[in-house]
Each structure stands twice: as C-alpha cells, then as structure tokens.
C-alpha cells in the first residue's frame, strides 16, 4: 500500500526549498504514488565472495593496472586503491588552455582512482564490520590528503559510490571511487557559496543550525481567523539515526524518496580533520544508516553515496567557519522524467516525514 492511499493520510503536494542551496527546489507529490506503474523486479545481487574473472577479486591483481595503495601494505589486502583504466581525468594530458569566441576549454588534468572496498565480491556495505568501514574511512581520508598535497592545482576530491545498474556501477565487486580535479563542481560551489552568506549574515554554520533545529525545533501553525491548528511541524521527525559524534537526517526538501544525509555533530569543515575516533563512530552510523535502508526498500537497493569536503586552495580559506563536511547518501528508487530534466525541479512522490517514519522504525540485525 502506498502512502497515498492509506486510510486518512491526506495527499501531499508542496514545493520545499533546499535551505543549503535555495536554487535547488523539491516538488513532494505524494498523490503521484497511486498513477499506474509496472512493478520492477527488484535487482538480482551477486552474492558470492569470489569470481574467477572478476578483476577485483583477491587473487586477480594483475587484471588490474598495478596498486597506489593498498591496506594492509603487506599479507592480504583489505582494501584496495588503482588508477580507473576508462578515467573521466588524468594526469596524462598537458594540453594548454585555450578559447575561441565563446568556447573555452581547460586542462582536464586530474586523478580517477578505483576503491576495491572489501576482498569479497559481493559484500554489501551494512554487511561489512564497524571496523572495516572505518577503515575504509581511513583510507578515503588518506588519499585525499595525498591527493591534495601532490599538486596545488587540485581544488577538490570527491568520494563517491555507486552501486547497481541504475547508480552507474558498472562492475558488481564491491567498490567507490576518487576524482580530484582542478575545478570545483557545481553542486559543491553552490553549498560553498550560499553557506558562506549564511555565515556572513547570521555567524554561524547553516549546517549546524539545522542540526540544532532538528535535534531542538517545533512549532504549531494556526489558521489567522479561526484559530485552529492548520500544522504542526517537528524538525526532530527527519532525524534517523544518532550516535556520539553523527547524526542522520532525512532531508525536508528530499531530492530522492530515501535520500539521508551524515554530518558530524561538532564542526567540521574538512574531511581530512576528522580523527581515528571520529572514523570510528561514522563506520556506526554509517552501517546502521544503511542496514535501515536495506531493511525498507528490501533485496539490494541500488544507491550513489558522496563526501562534499571543503575544497582546497587560497579563494576557499575563509570557508572553514562556514562549510560543513557531510555525507549524501542517494537510493535509485526512480528513473527522472521529462518534468524533472527540462525544469531542474526534482519530484519525490513519497513524503519525508513518512520515509524518515519507516526507517526509523526499520528492523534489523
């Protein structure tokens, strides 16, 4: 049963802005729950621990170019880090900037690297120990910062996943990956900017103001002639999960019907500041978060996840008081429709309040 058509939940049908990038807008149109729809079998997931032909399989290094890192250095490797053979930049091309009228090209220098996440093929994230994820952790952590120092030229490193067909993952064996580039991509200049007038407005991290307004904030609004009750709004109900240093918010202007997003509880700009303790209590929560999501959409939901860290160079200094480091974690639950691309306006038919409900409700082990 979707929740538009359970006994006496009204139909929701709003336009929510993103308070961290008030361009992006959210339309939640929970009554677009109940138009005809071919159910899809969910995604067949490889269960195995080892594939003979699978390049990243333990045992299988030399199907892949040779490695930048590996954890541990020496025995068997828990995590693994090479070069992307089909890289969207490389460090290979040296070619001048030019421009012609309006066309303007750059230098598409940069880095594309391959996470082999675990040694066993088809491990799911929430499967994987408390300790590994905050190995995995570690080890983004680390080559990032190893990134950053081996050329100034790089602005910012994304981490990012992508598991199943419909996220773009092309390779079933467990694995992320890291692009540093020499430009900031748009989405994350868009944060930078508009939390960096945020601060300037108010002095204070827009991020944590929503973190103290979810863990804090309610109100009732009431109807200006009779009186009544018209809503009641309680920010804390977009909280999913908490731990010591984390928290885990359902987003109000949801982009994506499971979408959750991880920030540190204390302040935090960069990343690479985060400690082994830090590390250590977002592989928690980071499990937990996906054992939640696993456990509601069921089978193996197909997912993006990314880091947004500060960028790096001189125009970005003043960000730290500003920025706040974050994790996004994306479900592909649905396939974008014409409305969404030609307007930029995504749609989610599955209000927050109820997917923030049923996760944190969700069971599991």
């Known amino acids: 049963m979707t929740e538009a058509t359970e006994p006496n939940k009204k139909a929701v049908r709003e336009i929510r802005i993103n308070p961290i990038v008030p361009s992006e807008s959210v339309l939640v149109a929970t009554a677009r729950n109940m138009r005809p729809k071919k159910e899809e ?10 594939v003979e032909t699978c390049p990243f399989c333990r045992g299988n290094e030399s199907m892949t170019p040779a490695s930048i890192a590996r954890v541990p250095s020496e025995g068997d490797w828990k995590i693994r880090i090479v070069e992307n053979l089909y890289p969207i930049l490389g460090d290979d091309n ?25 040694s066993s093929h088809g491990i799911r994230i929430h499967e994987m120990t408390e300790e590994h994820l905050s ?16 050329n100034p030229r790089i602005k910012n490193v994304l981490v990012f996943k992508n598991f199943g067909p419909a996220a773009g993952a092309s390779i079933a064996h467990t694995h992320s990956q890291i692009i540093a580039m020499p430009v900031v991509p748009d989405n994350v200049q868009a944060e930078v900017r508009n939390s960096s007038a ?52 359902k987003p109000f ?19 690479l500041e985060a400690n082994p303790e830090d590390l250590a209590d977002l592989a ?7 054992a939640r999501l696993n456990a509601v959409l069921g089978g193996a939901p197909q997912y993006n996840y990314f880091l947004h860290s500060v960028p790096h160079g001189q125009e970005y200094d003043d960000c730290a008081p500003s920025f706040h480091w974050h994790i996004e974690i994306c479900p592909r639950t649905s ?24 996760l944190r409700s969700a069971t599991f082990e």
């Open 41 to 50: 079998p969910p995604v067949p997931h490889d269960t195995r621990e080892h």
């Open 253 to 271: 202007a949801s982009r994506y019907e499971w979408e959750v997003q991880i920030l540190p509880l204390a302040h935090q700009a960069d990343f």
């Open 94 to 118: 040296e070619d001048p900037n030019f421009a012609f009228g309006l066309q303007h090209t750059m230098n598409g220098y940069g880095r594309h690297e391959v996470v082999i996440d675990h």
């Open 284 to 290: 928690w929560i980071f499990r937990r978060t996906m």
């Open 135 to 150: 190995l995995l952790f570690a080890t983004y952590r680390t080559r990032m910062e190893q990134l950053y120092n081996a």
């Open 198 to 249: 945020f601060f300037e407005a108010n002095q204070h991290c827009i991020f944590c103001s929503l973190i103290d307004e979810a863990l804090t904030f309610e109100a009732t609004l009431y109807d200006k002639d009779s009186g009544e009750i018209r809503r009641k709004i309680n920010v804390g109900q977009f909280v999913i999960e908490r731990s010591k240093r984390f928290i885990a918010i």
């Open 335 to 358: 396939i974008p429709t014409g409305f969404e691309l030609g307007s930029g306006l995504f749609v989610n038919t599955i209000s927050p309040e109820d997917a923030a409900e049923r």
